[in-house]
């Protein structure tokens, strides 16, 4: 007799399997956010953590020299840039097509703080020129009209150095940019000048997404017309923590405006967070104005100049806020709210914090994250 059994097969049929596969996209559908979510939190606290190493080596500078970093060393105060302000403008200068008007050495105060974040192999790099000693940055200790650092070529090599702790992790600050990297910032008048290397010398530097505070306008002062200088008001009440040559003391910061309510380094994108990115900064730029409020990195600026992150802003690509280092050293969140429209409550609140000696102590919170 024949015992044999027919064995049956079993398997999905077609419909079944187009079910698991929906329910596979819906649940990847449901978590990708949450690990989006995750993902930026902890790049927002290594951010957080890179803020708060540089208020650290700012710190131990003033240990040093018994002062902070200016915020870059250019030109004395009595020598202004020869350009003419213009009066809520924004001009970019490329050194290649064009010569600064800026004079000084014009080294950022992340230059500064190299040997403070383990960079002293580069400092030393940049400091020390046995062969020719007059070309090595001297941080403001000499007269103003040096040459500025870009002009030698060794400075312009350890300038494409990549240093990880000077970038946010949430941004892509690296990718190439269409226009240039910008290697100081200056305010003159009420004209806040950019100089930017256009490209291929541009795409070659190392970026940075921290810039020192200068306040609303640095120092606000414009030519009198009479051979002299002239404060802006109310724009020079709130000169910011790191000016240009700048020489504050951690004691003079507590007894004006104080230590934890002074911003001293914040976020920035350097150009426009949407589309093909134009601008980027250099870690020698330098210091960043709070004129034009905070810019959000998913917005575009052809769409809502006021909220978008520009070259000329602080600005982030996090979600809710631009973080900052305050003077005490402490890293905080401020919200954008309405920083960037032009004497609202927000934008008061804004420079307020930005300034040193303003003297006021408005609702910080409605900014606070």
């Known amino acids: 007799m024949d015992r044999r059994c027919k064995s049956s097969r079993k398997g999905f049929t077609l419909i079944e399997l187009l079910v698991v596969i929906a329910i596979i996209a819906i649940l990847m559908a449901m978590l990708l956010p949450a690990i989006q979510k995750v993902r930026e939190a902890a790049n927002k606290m290594l951010c957080a953590s890179n803020l708060k190493q540089l208020g650290i080596a700012t710190h131990n500078y003033h240990a040093d020299f018994d002062r902070l970093p200016a915020g870059y060393w250019g030109h004395t105060l009595q020598q202004q840039p020869l350009n003419p302000p213009v009066a809520g403008k924004m001009k970019g200068i490329n050194p290649e097509t064009a010569p600064f008007a800026f004079q000084g050495q014009l080294t950022g105060v992340l230059v500064a703080l190299l040997p403070y974040v383990e960079l002293d192999n580069v400092y030393k790099q940049l400091l ?77 530097y190392g970026r940075s997404n921290y810039l ?9 002062m414009q030519d009198s017309g009479g051979g002299g200088f002239i404060t802006i008001q109310p724009y020079a009440l709130y000169r910011g923590m790191m000016c240009n040559r700048s020489n504050l003391t951690l004691g003079q910061l507590s007894v004006k405006d104080g230590t934890a309510n002074t911003l001293m ?70 919200r954008y709210g309405t920083s960037g429209t032009w004497l609202s409550p927000d934008w008061w609140v804004l420079q307020q914090l930005a300034g040193i000696n303003d003297g006021r102590f408005d609702d910080y919170s409605v900014l606070y994250d």
């Open 128 to 204: 020390d020129r046995p062969e020719d000693p007059n070309d090595g940055l001297d941080f403001g200790l000499r007269m103003w009209n040096q040459q500025g650092w870009y002009t030698v070529t060794s400075n312009r090599t350890w300038a494409q150095t990549k240093v990880k702790l000077f970038k946010c992790p949430s941004d892509t600050v690296e990718e190439p940019v269409t226009f240039g990297t910008f290697i100081v910032f200056h305010p003159a008048g009420l004209t806040f000048w950019g100089g930017y290397y256009g490209n291929p010398t541009g795409n070659t």
């Open 212 to 220: 020192g505070c200068m306040g609303t306008f640095g120092y606000a």
């Open 265 to 334: 380094f914040g976020e920035t994108l350097g150009g426009k967070g949407v589309g093909d990115r134009d601008f980027a900064c250099s870690w020698f730029a330098g210091a960043m104005c709070a004129y034009w409020g905070l810019g959000k990195g998913n917005i575009d600026p052809a769409i809502n100049s006021d909220q978008a992150a520009n070259w000329y802003k602080f600005g982030s690509r996090h979600a809710t806020v631009v973080q900052f280092c305050f003077g005490d050293g402490s890293v905080r969140g401020l």
